[in-house]
């Protein structure tokens, strides 16, 4: 069984950064897409940023610009660069890699951006 590791949230004040990890407990094969995603005002989870085999990119619209997503030196880990960091980002995040047969989700990752 994989387990998606999320790692990097906390608490931040507007206008800050955070930098979001999630590594994969063991090797993941034929990865469609790896990203991540926050919960939506009915507790949806909404799209944030994704990132597919051929390294292309997608974004959700409130947060072009402003977050990064990029895949670390294992291919099992990504990472997601959160910069000019809003009031409205804060929630909980949550890893997610999709596969052809498989879908994996990590335990989610809190971020409030307060002052």
């Known amino acids: 069984q994989v387990q998606l590791v999320e790692s990097g949230g906390g608490l931040v004040q507007p206008g800050g950064s955070l930098r979001l990890s999630c590594a994969a407990s063991?090797?993941?094969?034929?990865?469609?897409?790896m990203g991540w995603y926050r919960e939506g005002p009915e507790k949806q989870r909404e799209l944030v940023a994704r990132?597919?085999?051929?390294?292309?990119?997608d974004y959700a619209d409130s947060v072009k610009g402003r977050f990064s997503i990029f895949r670390g030196n294992d291919r099992n880990l990504i990472n997601l660069q959160m910069n000019s960091l809003k009031p409205e980002d804060t929630n909980v995040y949550y890893c997610?890699?999709?596969?052809?047969?498989?879908?994996?989700w990590g335990q989610g990752t809190r971020v409030t951006v307060s002052s």
């Open positions: 990132i597919n085999s051929g390294g292309s990119t």
């Open positions: 063991r090797d993941i094969y034929s990865i469609n897409t």
């Open positions: 997610n890699v999709n596969t052809p047969w498989d879908t994996y």
